[in-house]
T-cell receptor, first 115, second 112 residues
Framework: AQKITQTQPGMFVQEKEAVTLDCTYDTSDPSYGLFWYKQPSSGEMIFLIYQGSYDQQNATEGRYSLNFQKARKSANLVISASQLGDSAMYFCAMEAPSGTYKYIFGTGTRLKVLA | GAVVSQHPSWVICKSGTSVKIECRSLDFQATTMFWYRQFPKQSLMLMAT?????????EQGVEKDKFLINHASLTLSTLTVTSAHPEDSSFYIC????????FGPGTRLTVT
C-alpha cells in the first residue's frame, strides 16, 4: 500500500537560513507524483511544488526545491532563505493510486521561522 | 490559476441538525471532487471521492449515510453532515480535480 512518512513533527529555522523538511514514501507504482503543500493557520492548502517519478531533474519553484532521491524513496523539501511568513504546517503528498488523482498526505511538519 | 471556493467558511450548528457545505470550481470544470476532513493538528484524511453525475465513493470507515455527497454539476459538489454531533466538529476541505487537485479554503464546522 502507498504511504507517506514525515518524521519531523516540528522544526525551527532562523530567518534567512535554509531548512529541509523530510518526506519518504512507499509505492509499488512505477509512475507517481509527489507534492508539497503549505498550510498556514488560516487552513488553506497552498501548493508549493511537484515532482513526477520520471522527472530527471529535481523540481524547483522560487525558494522551494525538492530533493528527489528515487532509490531512497525520499522527496525532501528545501526552503532557502527562510522568511517569517514561511511559518506554517507543511504536508508531503502522493497521488495514490497513480492515475486516480487521489492524494494521500503525510502527518505534516510544523515549521517555525525565528527572527 | 484554478480557483475553488467553499461556502460557508465557518459554521456553528446545534447537535442533531444538518449542515450543508458547498464546493465550487470557479474557472474550470471538475469531473472529480474530493472531500477531506482535518482534525486539529492532524493531517488531511480523505473522506470521499465524488464524480459528476454518479454516486460518491467513500473511504473505509466513513459513514455514507451521515456524510451525504452530491456532485450535481461539473462545478459544484456538496457535503451534507446529517444529524451532526460534537464529534463531527472539524475542518472540512474540498478539492476539485483537473489533472491535479485544487483545494478550497476549507470550512470550519463546530457542533454545539
Amino acid at each position: 500500500a502507498q504511504k507517506i512518512t514525515q518524521t519531523q513533527p516540528g522544526m525551527f529555522v532562523q530567518e534567512k537560513e535554509a531548512v529541509t523538511l523530510d518526506c519518504t514514501y512507499d509505492t509499488s507504482d512505477p509512475s507517481y507524483g509527489l507534492f508539497w503543500y503549505k498550510q498556514p493557520s488560516s487552513g488553506e492548502m497552498i501548493f508549493l511544488i511537484y515532482q513526477g517519478s520520471y522527472d530527471q531533474q529535481n523540481a524547483t519553484e522560487g525558494r522551494y526545491s525538492l530533493n528527489f532521491q528515487k532509490a531512497r524513496k525520499s522527496a525532501n523539501l528545501v526552503i532557502s532563505a527562510s522568511q517569517l511568513g514561511d511559518s506554517a504546517m507543511y504536508f508531503c503528498a502522493m497521488e495514490a493510486p497513480s492515475g486516480t488523482y487521489k492524494y494521500i498526505f503525510g502527518t505534516g511538519t510544523r515549521l517555525k521561522v525565528l527572527a | 490559476g484554478a480557483v475553488v471556493s467553499q461556502h460557508p467558511s465557518w459554521v456553528i450548528c446545534k447537535s442533531g441538525t444538518s449542515v450543508k457545505i458547498e464546493c465550487r470550481s470557479l474557472d474550470f470544470q471538475a469531473t472529480t471532487m474530493f472531500w477531506y476532513r482535518q482534525f486539529p493538528k492532524q493531517s488531511l484524511m480523505l473522506m470521499a471521492t465524488s464524480n459528476e453525475g454518479s454516486k460518491a465513493t467513500y473511504e473505509q470507515g466513513v459513514e455514507k449515510d451521515k456524510f451525504l455527497i452530491n456532485h450535481a454539476s461539473l462545478t459544484l459538489s456538496t457535503l451534507t453532515v446529517t444529524s451532526a454531533h460534537p464529534e463531527d466538529s472539524s475542518f472540512y476541505i474540498c478539492s476539485a480535480s483537473s489533472y491535479e487537485q485544487y483545494f478550497g479554503p476549507g470550512t470550519r464546522l463546530t457542533v454545539t
